[in-house]
């Protein structure tokens, strides 16, 4: 987990922080064309999609 320090302007999307992943993120969000908030709602949906497909496919091996 990093941390982050400062604050969010869903404006510019500008965030300061500590830590490579959420660096990584704001730069993610300009090639995007989003705010970092954006960008984080989009991560955490995409998370919660990859956590369901991965439950799906473990349920398959155990019925398999």
């Known amino acids: 987990m990093y941390i982050a320090t400062g604050s969010e ?5 500008h965030l300061t922080v500590v830590g490579k992943e ?3 993120l704001e730069a993610s969000a300009n090639i995007l ?5 954006e ?5 955490k ?3 919660t999609v990859e956590r369901e ?4 496919n473990a ?3 155990v019925e398999a």
């Open 39 to 43: 960008a984080r709602s989009l991560l």
């Open 59 to 61: 349920e398959t091996r």
């Open 53 to 56: 497909v991965n439950m799906w």
């Open 22 to 24: 959420l660096a990584s």
């Open 9 to 13: 302007n869903d404006k510019t999307g």
């Open 33 to 37: 064309g989003v705010t970092v908030a």
């Open 45 to 47: 949906i995409i998370a």
